[in-house]
């Protein structure tokens, strides 16, 4: 890695003093001084102390807090009610990583700030004036806890380092807050959005003769709360359906819950209003003659005496409630012999309802009106429309299919009338829906109006209770009227206003404030070192390494001088020496030469004396217990309480509720964690940090290592990344698994922010359900007891459920689903009824099918003696047949007839249940086509997947029941007569629209001959076209289509009874037991609760098990034993270790070596082709030559410059002196050794021994060999 610390900052402060030239400098050495002399005017600034670093970190740290303020008041904006847009959670973890992971990052960047303060400020102060030895050669913050230097900085004044202290704590503590800044939160979301309005108002094709039971069927179902009303009808308004443009259709089953859409919209507004009518009635014997009719009714300036045969909306035993339309002044519309078209509309037509006391006849009807004179009373009522202008809003709620709406009558602003519909027209269309279902609108025995709660006989009693039941009725009918005929699909997008409910993302309040705060601090801090201490510029080179010490130290001779006898001692005993006592100064002198003075003597007996006592040899923290069991203990035990964590929030009800209370308890689960993390990564830290310090001094340790390798080695200012790769790449696998561990720590925080969420819960707890009702569809035998089956003497309401749910698109009823019906269910636990939420199970269900086929050979005949003509299909063994007319128009028609298959009840003939035809017919030259399937029913039950609300039980929408594959079974009783035949399907289904005539409108001439089961199958909810149904195979499907949803209706309201009574087990019934069946279901009560994210769990689990093996790996491999004497961080302690070394002389080191980087110091060859070993040192003064040997690990002795003393306990001759016997006792030097020196007569030896760092030369000369027994052993 390039580095980045060479350059030269500007010159800051820099007293010169003079030094004498040294005129003995060889001609090399005196061409470098030259070289340099030109550069020597200017220091060093460390790359992050430099002024645009430094305001790259205050523009950075502006920018955070600029974009920080502005996300908060963006999501704030709105009363905090729309947020960040984003995909829900799908980009979870980039906001939860994001923020810590960019605060990592300036975490990183700003400790190197940290560490060149640290390592900057004794030179800072030197650099001023003479300096204490604590606040100089002694000052070390870069091996202590960081808030243990701000507290020491803070105390003695260094400001630098407290700054830089400080920056780095509050970047910590950004770090931790940034773990909970965001929040995904769920809001109502305001927002213009593009709508499609489906259908339009419009009158042109309004007849009001046409029309059938649909309208009296839906208001019927909606009093009975049978069905829902659906998009576009909203008591008493009726506005065309519309949705959003991202949809493609606009119904109760498409609308997505928990949406709003609102649009301005055209309304239609109906209304009825009645009043009584004074009625008089004179006797008559010929009550339907309109020739001696005298009844009168008279009401609001009008007077009308009814002429035709009335409408019967209801008999009761007492009471009967007759209906007719009549004009003011007695217009009719049934007696002048016109076609309906043919009307006057521009008449004010009036309804007339009248109440009467019954009077029973022979044949057992019943009329208003006898044959004796009896009291009458009645109401006049009047339709009229409105048509306006007006904000319409619609929304579903969850787990409901009903569409609500809302409008405001205030914002109602009229408009033009539908052109072409006056108000007769749709009174009189409202009547004649109700004429059209005629047939089952009468309830026999029935005591109440289908739209009011009053009974008859309140009817009777008040006219004001008889006027409020038709205004309701007639009124509600008017409404679905209008929805059907008046509005015309056309759809066209309109502008107008979505709220959804999202998932949106938040700043929360107090993250923001704390991070606001903090980074206002850190702004004021760095504006602080910019303008008092910025740039740094108080050495001539980096000074980080042993080798940039050693460039400083070759050129301050007294300052070295100082140090004798020092190797040995701790920092504490060389700070009680002479050298603590003095002070200390850093300048440039006149030649330019960078060096330290002191004010010290020259060394005394008292150094000498420490100097003979027994090293004490010092190790990392990270070596101790203290450390080492918290650090293999804390991040096991953080995974196993994440493993328990997360194994109770993947079971019920996760970890903890927190839906409903303070928002503030969030922080819990947010900062907790963070916190854990950093102590844990201030671990790792300690680890990383002795690593890097020891590394250089263990390979100097095994001896022989190049510079780049040890003495020019900074560790502390690798960034951990680069860090890594470079360790692996020297091979210093110790160094390389903690800087590993310390990097993935540092990642920790980053995963630990999205640990925890808030979420709606997931299975909370097992439920069982009970069953409260079984199935019994009744008597199977043929033959039996009318009444005894399931689909026999139904309410009407119930009956007409399935062309409800075929014309009305509506939702289907409780306990049905399409062609599935459900048993009644209940929670076992009584107490669970009380719950709010949802509940997934398996439950069986009823499925009515048919299996069907082409009779491919049909025996049919045609009679087309006169039109319309006949086409009989017969089944002469099975004595069945099925026919329909044919040829009613000299137009394209279709027809289509259903039957009972067969009359034959023997078994053995094989005889269809049903049969049907269908074709279509061709006038002229064409012939018809025709298909004749026939049908066999059966009922078969199969176990569905199924989501109910609870504590209402109804089918969530938005959740479709899903029918296990292969669990059909036929477990119930069956035979032909357990079903309606095709040819009954018309008591289920509306009949054709027709004219009161029984003439057909032209516009449905093709459809004249269709009975109401393919009417059905064509027009119905999923309808498929009628050219299409003459493929058998299509024709078949989508009549089982409709089959199972007219079954399934017939189940639910005709085929259940509680388990509490008693049965027939001759009959059709299941289960066939009193044994009550339960079924297991998962109850989710959809509240929100703190959970553990898995992908977190398992990268964290990662990270923690990967950096205890790198921690314990590097312990492991870090041998610390014996190596160092103290810590090596301060100036004076690697000093001490250089004293007397070889290293320093200027045939190593030339002048002005000092202002050279290490790609300068590379470029001149010095440290190139030299080793360096630190180990023990002796020094012989023989004559006139003075070596100083020293002893490697491998044992041998090498010549070098200095002095030095220990003690000779301290060393042994090593394995291979050992061998030979020679050996002088007093020195333990071989004395072959010493004899190749001087003869042995002539010379005074005086042996001196020290411990440090030197030159190893390894040049083969014979050498004095002393062995360390140390530990260290080299390795590869």
Not at 155 to 167: I, K
């Amino acid at each position: 890695m390039p580095n980045q610390d060479t350059q030269k900052g500007p010159f800051t402060y820099s007293p010169v003093i003079n030094e004498d030239d040294d005129s003995s400098r060889d001609a090399t050495k005196k061409n470098v001084y030259k070289q340099d002399r030109g550069r020597l005017s200017r220091l060093w600034t460390p790359f992050f102390l430099r002024r645009p670093v430094m305001l790259s970190f205050l523009l950075l740290f502006v920018a955070i807090l600029c974009s920080l303020v502005a996300l908060y008041t963006y999501t704030q904006r709105e009363h905090r009610s729309l947020g960040i847009e984003t995909d829900g959670s799908r980009y979870y973890y980039l906001w939860t990583y994001g923020p810590t992971a960019v605060f990592m990052i300036l975490t990183a960047g700003w400790t190197q700030v940290e560490y060149r303060a640290s390592q900057s400020m004794p030179w800072v102060l030197m650099l001023r004036g003479p300096t204490p030895a604590s606040e100089s050669i002694f000052l070390d913050y870069l091996s202590n806890w960081n808030v243990v230097s701000l507290y020491k900085s803070l105390r003695q004044g260094h400001y630098l380092v407290a700054l830089c202290v400080t920056g780095s704590l509050l970047l910590n503590g950004l770090t931790v807050f940034s773990t909970g800044l965001f929040e995904l939160d769920t809001v109502r979301v305001t927002q213009v959005a593009d709508l499609t309005v489906t259908h339009k108002f419009d009158g042109a094709q309004f007849d009001p003769v046409v029309n059938d039971g649909k309208a009296y069927t839906a208001c019927l179902g909606y009093t009975k709360n049978v069905i829902d009303p659906p998009i576009g009808l909203h008591d008493p308004y009726v506005y065309p359906p519309f949705r959003s443009a991202k949809y493609t259709a606009a119904d109760n089953l498409t609308m997505i819950a928990n949406a709003e859409y609102e649009a301005e919209l055209e309304i239609f507004t109906p209304t009825i209003q009645c009043q009584e009518a004074t009625t008089t009635i004179a006797p008559s014997h010929a009550r339907f003659d309109p020739q001696d009719n005298s009844e009168v009714y008279e009401a609001d300036g009008c007077r009308v005496a009814p002429t035709g045969i009335p409408l019967a909306l209801l008999r009761g035993n007492k009471f009967g409630l007759d209906a007719d339309v009549a004009g003011c002044q007695s217009q009719t519309l049934s007696n002048d012999g016109k076609h309906p078209p043919e009307v006057d509309w521009s008449v004010d037509w009036r309804l007339w309802v009248s109440i009467a006391q019954t009077m029973s006849h022979p044949s057992n009807n019943y009329s208003t009106y006898g044959w004796e004179t009896h009291e009458v009373r009645g109401v006049m009522c009047k339709l009229h429309y409105n048509m306006s202008h007006a904000p319409v809003r619609i929304w579903r709620e969850p787990g409901q299919s009903a569409i609500l709406s809302a409008i405001n009558a205030s914002d109602l602003m009229g408009i033009e009338p539908i052109a072409n519909v006056s108000d007769g027209k749709l009174l009189y269309a409202t009547h004649q829906s109700i004429g059209a279902a005629i047939d089952y609108s009468s309830d026999t025995g029935s005591e109440y109006v289908f739209a009011a709660s009053d009974s008859l006989e309140e009817l009777w009693n008040s006219s004001a209770a008889l006027a409020a039941a038709v205004e309701k009725s007639y009124s509600c009918i008017a409404r679905q009227l209008a929805k059907d005929s008046l509005l015309v699909q056309e759809p066209h997008s309109v502008q107008g206003t979505e709220r959804t409910t999202d998932q949106r993302l938040f700043v929360r309040e107090l993250s923001f404030s704390l991070m606001v705060a903090l980074l206002g601090l850190l702004i004021i801090v760095v504006c602080l070192l910019l303008v008092f201490f910025i740039p740094v510029a108080v050495c001539p080179r980096d000074t980080g390494c042993i080798g940039g010490l050693a460039m400083v130290f070759a050129q301050s001779p007294d300052f070295m001088s100082q140090f004798q006898g020092s190797a040995l001692m701790t920092t504490t005993q060389m700070a009680g020496s002479p050298l603590g006592q003095a002070q200390y100064t850093s300048s440039v002198t006149n030649t330019g030469s960078y060096t330290i003075m002191s004010d010290g003597s020259s060394p005394n007996a008292k150094m000498a004396a420490l100097a003979e006592t027994t090293p004490h040899w010092w190790r990392p923290l990270s070596t101790s217990w203290s450390i080492w069991i918290p650090l293999v203990a804390a991040p096991l035990a953080v995974i196993i309480a994440l493993e328990v964590v997360y194994h109770i929030s993947t079971s019920s009800r996760g970890i903890t509720l927190v839906e409903g209370k303070s928002s503030y308890i969030h922080y819990i689960w947010v900062y907790i964690p963070a916190l854990i993390m950093f102590a844990i990564r201030c671990l790792f830290q300690t680890v990383e940090f002795g690593a890097r310090v020891f590394q250089p001094y263990l390979l100097l340790r095994r001896g022989a290592v190049a510079a780049d390798k040890t003495i020019l080695e900074n560790q502390l200012r690798k960034v951990a990344i680069y860090g890594v790769f470079d360790s692996l790449r020297k091979r210093q696998w110790a160094l390389a698994a903690a800087t590993i561990a310390l990097l993935l720590a540092a990642i920790t925080p980053i995963v630990v922010s999205g640990l925890y969420m808030v979420q709606a819960s997931a299975p909370t707890s097992p439920r069982n359900l009970t069953r409260i009702d079984r199935w019994n569809l009744g008597d199977p035998n043929p033959g039996s007891a009318a009444g005894s089956k399931y689909y026999d003497e139904l309410q009407p309401v119930d009956a007409k459920i399935p062309g409800m749910i075929m014309y009305l698109n509506l939702s289907y009823p409780q306990w049905t689903y399409k062609d599935l019906a459900f048993p009644q269910v209940q929670l076992a636990d009584a107490d669970g009824a009380q719950e709010q939420g949802y509940i997934d199970a398996r439950l069986p269900a009823l499925r009515g099918k048919l299996d069907c086929a082409e009779v491919k050979s049909p025996n049919c005949s045609y009679q087309d003696d006169y039109a319309p003509y006949i086409l009989t299909c017969d089944d002469v063994e099975c004595s069945g047949s099925v026919f329909t007319s044919v040829g009613r128009t000299n137009a394209v028609e279709y027809f289509s007839a259903g039957s009972v298959g067969s009359s034959n009840y023997d078994p053995g003939k094989n005889c269809p249940d049903n049969r049907l035809l269908f074709g279509k017919w061709f006038p002229g030259e064409t012939p018809m086509q025709k298909l004749v399937i026939s049908c066999d029913a059966r009922i078969e039950e199969v176990d569905v997947d199924v989501r109910l609300q609870v504590p209402s039980f109804t089918l969530d929408p938005d959740f479709e029941p899903r029918v296990i594959e292969g669990s059909a079974r036929e477990d119930i009783r069956t035979n032909r007569s357990s079903f309606p035949g095709f040819d009954s399907m018309k008591e289920f289904l509306f009949t054709p629209e027709t004219y009161p005539d029984g003439q057909f409108p032209e516009t449905n001439n093709q459809l004249i001959d269709v009975d109401v089961l393919m009417r059905a199958a064509i027009y119905g909810v999923d309808g498929v076209p009628a050219e299409e149904l003459l493929d058998a195979a299509k024709l078949i499907s989508r009549v089982n289509e409709v089959w199972g949803v007219i079954m399934a209706q017939l189940y639910n309201s005709g085929g259940r009874q509680p388990f509490d009574q008693p049965f027939n087990h001759s009959w059709s019934v299941l289960p066939l037991d009193d044994t009550v069946p339960t079924y297991s279901a998962v109850f989710y009560d959809g509240r929100k609760y703190l959970v553990q994210s898995e992908v977190s769990t398992r990268i964290l689990d990662g990270l923690l098990a990967t950096m205890v093996i790198c921690g314990v790996v590097s312990i492991a491999l870090l041998q610390t034993k014996e190596v160092l004497p103290k810590n090596p961080c301060s100036i004076g302690a690697v000093a001490s270790l250089l004293h007397g070394s070889r290293l320093l002389g200027p045939d190593v080191i030339p002048k002005g070596a000092e202002w050279c980087s290490d790609d300068e110091l590379k470029r001149r060859g010095i440290f190139q082709g030299q080793k360096f070993t630190m180990g023990w040192w002796t020094d012989r003064k023989i004559g006139g030559y003075n070596p100083v040997f020293y002893a490697s690990n491998e044992g041998d002795l090498h010549p070098s410059g200095g002095i030095g003393s220990a003690s000779r306990d301290d060393f042994s001759v090593s394995d291979i002196d050992r061998d030979d016997a020679r050996v002088n006792e007093r020195t333990g030097i071989s004395l072959d050794v010493q004899s190749s020196l001087v003869p042995s007569d002539e010379e005074e030896i005086r042996k001196h021994t020290r411990f440090g760092i030197d030159i190893d030369l390894g040049d083969g000369r014979e050498n004095l060999r002393l062995q360390n027994d140390g530990p260290i052993r080299r390795h590869a």
